[in-house]
Each structure stands twice: as C-alpha cells, then as structure tokens.
C-alpha cells in the first residue's frame, strides 16, 4: 500500500487539471492591437508575478518584427472566478498577417490549452495553443472548409489522447473489462455516455465549472477502480462504464463551449483518438499482465488508480 501511494502522489502533479484552459482575444487596427486574457484564477494560484510571467509566455509578431508590449494590467474578476489581464501592442508597420507563440502551459500546468480568437477589420481569426503547438499564424481571411475540419478534427484528437484524466480513464476501462466479449460493450457504452454529456448539456442550460468537471473526473476513475477491486464479478459493467462516459463528456461539451466548434468534428476527432489508445491498452494490458502474473497486475493497478482518483478527487476540492 506504501509503494501504491507514492505512486499516486507522484502521478498527480503530473495531471495538472482535467480541464485547464484560457481564452485571448486580439483586436488589431492598423500597426496597434489590443490583447484581453481571461484565465481560471486557480490556475494562477502556484504562478509567480502572474502579471510579469504570463506575458512573457506570450508573443505577437508580424512580418518578421515583434510586437512592442507599451502597457499591460491584470486583475482578479471574483464574480467570474477569473484572472483577467489586458495589454497594448505596437508593431512598426500595419498587421497584415499575426505570427503567434504561446507557451502558457510551462507557467500553469503541462496540459494547459489557450484559445486565441483573433479580429482585425471585420475579418477574424482563430488558434488553440497547448504543450505540443506553440505558434500559429492567424492571416484573417475565411478558412476553408476543409481548414475547418481538419483544425477542429485535430483538436479533438489532441484533446482526447493528451489528456491525462482520459488516458487514464481509458486505462482503467480495459482493466475493468474481463475478456473480449465484456470490452466491446464497456467501450461502446462509454462512448455513448460520452456523445449524451457532450451533446446533451447544453441543451439543458446547466454550464458546469471546470473544477466540478474535474472532481467528477476524478470519482469516475476511482470508482471504476472500486468496481476493480471489491466487487470483481458484478455484472452490467457496461451500464456503469455508459454513465461515467456522460461525465467525461462534460470535458468536451466545456471545450466546444469555449472554443465554440463543432461537435461533429471534435468529437469525431476525440472518438478516433479513444479507439486508438482503447486498442493499444486492450493490447498491451494482457501481456503485461501474463509477464507480472504473480504481482496480481490487475489489483495492483486498480489500487493505485483508486488513490490517484481520491487523492485528486480531494486535491480539487481543496483548490
């Protein structure tokens, strides 16, 4: 049990938040442009003269020239739970074309995602920046439409197979399958759940927080791991996999809610990534298991998993 909680508490940091995302938007007019960040004001908590940092996370350049930061000021919106920051930019000559770098996630948490909508004269642009994009260039034109899917279809990928809570959900839904014929009707059921909280939410009005998102998060994984280890036979496991997914569905409903893309092309990129990374468990778990049989894997992975989740669980809580 000693190692299974060193294991855990070593892992959590490393997951950072569930959902850990902020938004930017700039509005350019001739050779100045103006930039707003609005950023979850827990995410600030561990960051040093936020004020200071942040905004050298982040670099506006056009034609090769950087952007002149002139003025800069940050506040705490308490009624949001926000940290809001404004800034001015200058740059030697009208913005035609906006080279981006952004690397928010090394001040935060590695899994950090930044949306930057962009506008200059009518005309509007768009970027996602996290651990494995960092720079973009925003050329305010209308993307096309295959533009259009293949950026969002690729956010859903990415957002799916780098999240740590659903890689680690994913994990724990192979161990929690006991043959072939019990893991197609887990996945299938937990995608559905997944399809139902993402789609269905917003059409009931309830917004939830990312940190009630990631506390529910926190209890699927446990719970999951609850089913693993004190109830080994129970049946309809496909029915419990089914309502976890609605609530990692809340994950990409909070996500489209900001980025304000379509589900159809997110999801289907986040389905795709799932399957992947369900195969290559499915895989992978068994023989790893055949190798370490007298370690009782199964359990041993059940039980570091069910810390992990509490432990996290309470670590959201706390704040």
């Not at 938040?17 to 100045?32: C, E, K, L, P, W």
């Not at 950090?112 to 996290?130: C, N």
């Not at 259009?148 to 690729?154: D, L, M």
């Not at 992978?284 to 069910?306: D, F, I, M, T």
């Amino acid at each position: 049990m000693k190692k299974l909680l060193c294991l855990a508490i070593a892992a959590v940091p490393a997951f950072g938040h569930v959902m850990s995302m902020s938004s930017g938007d700039i509005t350019v007019a001739g050779n100045r442009a103006k930039y707003e960040l609005r950023m979850p004001a827990y995410e600030i908590a561990h960051v040093k003269e936020p004020e200071r940092s942040l905004f050298e996370h982040i670099r506006f350049s056009s034609g090769g020239a950087a952007g002149r930061l002139i003025d800069k000021s940050c506040r705490e919106d308490v009624s949001q739970g926000s940290y809001v920051c404004t800034a001015n930019y200058e740059f030697p000559a009208p913005v035609e074309v906006l080279d981006v770098e952004c690397t928010y996630y090394s001040v935060t948490v590695p899994n950090h995602v930044h949306l930057l909508r962009a506008e200059r004269e009518g005309r509007h642009g768009q970027a996602i920046f996290d651990f494995s994009f960092t720079k973009s260039t925003i050329r305010f034109r209308p993307p096309t439409q295959i533009e259009i899917a293949a950026a969002q279809i690729g956010a859903g990928f990415m957002r799916a197979a780098t999240g740590m809570a659903q890689v680690l959900f994913l994990a724990s839904l192979v161990l929690a399958a006991r043959g072939r014929r019990e893991f197609f009707p887990i996945v299938l059921m937990f995608l559905a759940g997944q399809l139902l909280g993402a789609l269905v939410t917003p059409r009931t009005g309830w917004q939830p927080a990312p940190r009630f998102v990631e506390a529910a998060a926190a209890l699927t994984i446990a719970y999951l791991a609850v089913e693993i280890l004190l109830l080994p036979d129970a049946g309809k496991r496909w029915l419990v996999a089914g309502v976890l997914g609605v609530f990692h569905g809340l994950y990409f409903e909070l996500f489209l809610r900001t980025a304000e893309y379509s589900a159809a092309y997110v999801l289907s990129g986040a389905i795709g990534a799932e399957l992947i990374l369900l195969t290559i468990f499915g895989l992978l778990l068994p023989k790893l298991g055949r190798l370490a049989h007298a370690l009782r894997p199964v359990q041993v992975s059940a039980g570091a998993l069910l810390i992990t989740g509490l432990v996290w669980f309470f670590a959201r809580l706390k704040g």
